[in-house]
């Protein structure tokens, strides 16, 4: 990871535009390509962001990173405080919580809830940057690639997002689509999901485990 620390402007084209006035930020190059602007704020949350696959240029002045949509960031350095790089080795990954394993172990044995038809090829499929929770093939013979989750962020959309770029660089297995599921995805992990065409899978943890709802019940 490379780690800078510079007095810039930042400007985004592409869906809309977006500019950062001058100021000093910390910017992020991750080892898969993904770009951040961050403020000495607003939690981990970057200003702006730039995820992989793209196109970075380094120039001795500013920085060009283009995504495969033509979307453009622009970062301009006025000056460096601070440059450096460091070598974090291979993450292990989030460990879930007992209902997201839960959860991953039942589709596992059941992917038909997931979607009509499909079938496990492995779960914890491993990736270059961890494991994707299961991946499947649907009725058709196309590779599918599930994150699974107990409440679905954001967050989780961009971790699929990530394992689809690697999968996808395999012949393989190429083409390979991604599946967000959970018990419950927010609206705006939906909209990003929709964007990134991702499908989206509620599933209900009680119903998987064989629990009757009391509501279900007639006597």
């Known amino acids: 990871m490379r780690l800078v620390i510079a007095d ?3 400007d985004y084209s592409g869906r809309l535009t977006a500019h950062l006035p001058r100021a000093t930020r910390l910017l992020m190059v991750k080892a898969d390509g993904c770009v951040a602007v961050h403020a000495d ?3 981990y949350k970057p200003l702006n962001w730039m995820n992989a696959p793209n196109v970075f240029t380094e120039y001795e002045d500013h920085w060009t990173v283009v995504s495969p949509k033509g979307e453009e960031l622009l970062i301009t350095l006025h000056s ?6 460091h070598d974090l080795g291979l993450d292990p990954g989030l460990q879930k919580d007992g209902v997201e394993a839960h959860l991953q ?3 596992a044995l059941e992917p038909h809830h997931i979607e009509r038809g499909m079938t496990l090829i492995r779960r914890e499929f491993p990736t270059e940057i961890g494991p994707v929770d299961l991946l499947c093939r649907d009725p058709d013979g196309n590779t599918v690639a599930i994150e699974i989750k107990r409440r679905g962020e954001i ?3 961009e971790q699929l997002t990530r394992y689809l770029d690697f999968l996808n660089r395999n012949p ?5 689509r991604g599946l967000f599921v959970a018990q419950e995805i927010r609206p705006q ?3 990003l999901a929709g964007d990134r065409s991702i499908g989206t899978v509620e599933v209900d943890y009680d119903e998987l485990r064989g629990i009757e709802r009391p509501q279900q019940r007639l006597f």
Do not use: H, Q, Y
């Open 105 to 107: 172990e039942l589709l």
């Open 8 to 10: 810039c402007t930042v």
């Open 172 to 176: 393989d297995l190429a083409p390979v």
């Open 80 to 85: 460096v405080l601070s440059d450096s790089v």
């Open 41 to 43: 704020g607003g939690a």
């Open 189 to 191: 992990a939906r909209t």
């Open 155 to 157: 967050d989780g959309v």
